[in-house]
């Protein structure tokens, strides 16, 4: 076997890990450490009678791994080494090695968290940090800390944050850092113009690709599938002595390894997505060819919405696919960019830009209800978070407390979105449980659906030939169900299936093609579109702004399927809300969906309850009203005491009062029913009601509303800067200040006041925490501008000894 950079290092790995249980491995593209790691690591003594886990981010992958480590054995694959994915598995009672998808380390700790006859996990290319890989870490960890210390968690990568990675694997995990191998790789950049196509450009630089010696296969690098093809027919058009392949995540295995095997009677162009970007080394490539682009999904916790983004790849990820071409040979890479161009360094872990929704069931099936219970190397983002648990709480998979309904125990079996996995589940009920299963493969492989959902489903059943990576997920679906897979689409149950797995994005056409989603947001359709006047329908796809989103992919839902679907919409319920059009409240007994109101009637008597909840509701919309400038004095006050001391003291921040106002307004406003008279109410006055006494007397001689001057005055202190962690501020009259030589604190001396020195007319001479330092070093400089300025007011030389006062010579 040829010798590889990763051996010198083999005999540390193995000697560290027999005295640990954790190990970060950082090794260079080419190193070797994907097929050496493993099989070395299999004759250690904690791996003797058990099983070895390697984790790959991608399935081409992982079966390409398999096979390579399978064929050094001289062994079929599945013997000592074999591979597990979904759908799809090469196993047996003899493998000892098992190379599996990201996806299904989360469902074998799921089904088995003792991971019995598991002796290790071996984590390979963490730096793609995608979700999968983050809960099967935190939930490895959770594992070996609780119940099996003697598993071991190895992490690899080339490019990894060692220092963030030893703050949850801790400080003595050992680190074991290797070269790769790599031969030289000249860089060429040939920006794309405005004006000039992608596929045009790439086309040049395949053609001076040819024409150089020594050029053996070429990957192209693409952001999207709909790139790859309108390249594709480019070059089939421009070459016919090359062989052209795509590769990218909707093809079948079978494909993508086909299009990754040599051919040694003409040279290979292979056009890719991000998916040949690291792992194994694609044979026979010495030219790269980089966009420099990458289609990203980013969720938006605010819209509940997920957008496709094209933008510039991260400096990492450009470097990786750079040194593609230089594993075997020397290369050259065209980038398709200026070298000018900034590219920021690192790509954001999905767990970062991703629906959070599937990760909030897998920790709800692992028995939490919070993340902060389990160790992240990136925590999740709190806004996603609560959004993924208001998802699953809709489609009642999770209750009130974020445990799992019965329905929820359901869905936590299907390797699915929690969308399509409670789609499944209920559609059962309506007995189409096998036209869910096609639904379910088509929504999963993110396909971009030219034309009706109808339609795309048809082609699928009629011609399912022409999409096998549909049909053999379809079918693996339907039999996971235990049901036949059909061959047709029931056109009358379609819109029901949907409405089950996008129950907040059921619309309500306001005007033609414009529709009131169930979430409260709006989505259009183009005039022209078959569904733009259906009175109700399911946008599938929706991307789009806060203000409008645009619907790509929608089905029709008729009114009684939707109350068959929800029979909560055909309960009538009180509903009163401020109108801001008729400037008061209006009052009508309903029957709603979410946001939207299918039918409604006249309410005569406006229930109390209902008129307080509504006005709460408009407060809400308009908090200026709230926060006017007493209240900010109140709340810089408490900001304060919050920096000063440990003890507790109410959070009085903009967000909680308004998700308090319940508890310290709701009562004050019994008999309100117009916002005017709510505008008129003494906020402040209820806040400090809300106090017990104890804590309104601190609060009064922690953080007083004014302070007595020399001059004799009682001067209000602002206390607004709080907000933002400065100082309160006294604004005082120069003359008033005279004598006055410490400055002035509060909070029992923690905190010195920020004294503004003004100037007869008002305006700041001085801004100070050090009275003293500026009657010494400040004041003679002011006294020199100020005395001709204004003479009737004094400007003693000795200020310290001169008397305080608010008076002119004249008045004095």
């Not at 540390?12 to 593209?29: F, G, K, M």
């Not at 996990?121 to 609780?146: C, K, P």
């Not at 959004?387 to 445990?403: E, H, P, V, Y």
């Amino acid at each position: 076997m040829t010798t590889l950079p990763i051996e010198p290092h083999l005999t540390s790995l193995q000697e560290a890990l027999d005295d640990h249980n954790r190990l970060i491995l950082v090794a260079q593209p080419g190193a070797g450490k994907t097929t050496r790691v493993p099989m070395t690591l299999l004759n250690s003594h904690w791996a003797q009678g058990k099983t070895l886990l390697l984790l790959e981010p991608r399935r081409v992958a992982a079966r390409l791994a398999a096979n390579f480590m399978a064929q050094q054995l001289d062994e079929p694959i599945g013997h000592t080494v074999g591979y597990r994915m979904r759908g799809d598995s090469q196993v047996s009672r003899y493998t000892r090695l098992e190379v599996v998808t990201q996806g299904v380390l989360t469902r074998m700790l799921q089904d088995d968290p003792l991971l019995e006859g598991v002796g290790g996990i071996i984590f390979d290319e963490f730096h793609e940090r995608s979700i999968d890989a983050d809960l099967g870490l935190a939930l490895a960890l959770d594992v070996q800390q609780s119940i099996r210390d003697d598993l071991r968690l190895i992490v690899m990568s080339a490019t990894i944050d060692v220092a963030a990675l030893r703050k949850v694997l801790g400080q003595q995990t050992p680190v074991i850092e290797s070269t790769g191998r790599q031969y030289p790789v000249e860089t060429i950049y040939r920006p794309v113009q405005r004006d000039t196509a992608l596929e045009t450009r790439v086309c040049e630089a395949v053609g001076d690709a040819l024409k150089r010696s020594g050029t053996r296969d070429i990957l192209v690098i693409l952001p999207g599938v709909a790139e790859i093809n309108r390249l594709v027919k480019k070059l089939s058009e421009s070459w016919l002595d090359i062989e052209v392949r795509t590769l990218h995540g909707r093809m079948s295995v079978e494909a993508q390894q086909a299009a990754l095997q040599q051919n040694a009677s003409r040279p290979r162009v292979i056009v890719s997505t991000a998916i040949a970007e690291s792992s194994v080394t694609v044979d026979g490539v010495n030219v790269v060819i980089d966009a420099g682009l990458e289609r990203v999904p980013l969720f938006q916790p605010r819209l509940g919405l997920t957008q496709l983004t094209t933008r510039w790849v991260n400096s990492a990820s450009a470097d990786q696919r750079r040194g593609r071409a230089g594993r075997q040979c020397p290369g050259l890479c065209f980038r398709l960019w200026s070298k000018e161009q900034p590219l920021v360094p690192f790509g954001e872990p999905e767990i970062q830009q991703a629906d959070l929704s599937k990760l909030v069931l897998e920790l709800a099936s692992w028995g939490v209800q919070s993340p902060d219970d389990l160790t992240w190397v990136t925590p999740p983002p709190s806004g996603a978070w609560q959004s993924g648990k208001a998802l699953l709480k809709k489609l009642g998979i999770i209750d009130r407390t974020g445990m799992l309904t019965s329905v929820g125990e359901q869905c936590a079996r299907w390797p699915v979105a929690p969308r399509l996995a409670a789609m499944l589940v209920k559609s059962a009920d309506i007995n189409v449980t096998a036209l869910a299963c096609g639904l379910a493969a088509l929504l999963e492989s993110r396909e971009r659906i030219n034309g009706s959902l109808r339609n795309a489903l048809d082609l699928r059943f009629s011609q399912p030939a022409r999409y096998p990576q549909w049909q053999r997920e379809a079918k693996w679906l339907a039999r996971s169900a235990h049901v036949d897979f059909p061959g047709k689409v029931d056109d009358a149950l379609l819109g029901a299936l949907v409405a089950l797995a996008y129950p907040e994005r059921i619309g309500q056409c306001i005007s033609p093609g414009r529709f009131k989603l169930a979430n409260g947001k709006t989505a259009t359709l183009p005039n022209s579109h078959p569904l733009a006047s259906e009175p109700y329908l399911v946008a599938v796809n929706v991307e789009g702004a806060a203000s409008e989103a645009t619907i790509y992919v929608a089905e029709s839902l008729p009114l009684d399927t939707l109350n068959s679907l929800y029979p909560a919409t055909r309960q009538w319920v009180n509903r009163v809300s401020w109108s801001d059009a008729q400037g008061r409240l209006i009052g009508e007994r309903v029957q709603c969906h979410g946001e939207l109101v299918l039918a409604a009637s006249p309410l005569g008597k406006l229930p109390e309850e209902d008129v307080t909840a509504a006005l709460l509701s408009a407060l809400e919309q308009r908090p200026e009203m709230i926060f006017n400038s007493c209240v900010q004095q109140l709340q810089g006050r408490m900001v304060m005491l919050h920096e000063s001391f440990d003890r507790h003291w109410p959070d009085w921040s903009d967000s909680s009062l308004i998700k308090t106002l319940e508890v310290w307004l709701a009562p004050y406003m019994i008999g309100a029913t117009r916002m005017s008279q709510v505008e008129k109410m003494p906020f402040e006055t209820y806040l400090l009601a809300s106090l017990s006494w104890d804590q309104q007397t601190q609060l009064e001689r922690l953080a007083p509303t004014s302070l007595t001057v020399p001059s004799g005055r009682d001067i209000s202190l602002d206390y607004t800067p709080c907000l933002e962690s400065r100082p309160p501020v006294l604004a005082i009259k120069l003359q008033e200040a005279f004598g006055w030589q410490e400055t002035p604190r509060v909070v029992d001396g923690r905190v010195a006041v920020m004294v503004h020195l003004l100037s007869p007319a008002g305006r700041p001479l001085q801004v100070t925490q050090d009275l003293h330092s500026f009657w010494v070093n400040g004041y003679p400089e002011v006294r020199k501008e100020m005395r001709g300025r204004y003479p009737k007011h004094p400007w003693p030389e000795d200020p310290l000894a001169a008397p305080a006062t608010a008076k002119t010579h004249k008045r004095r």
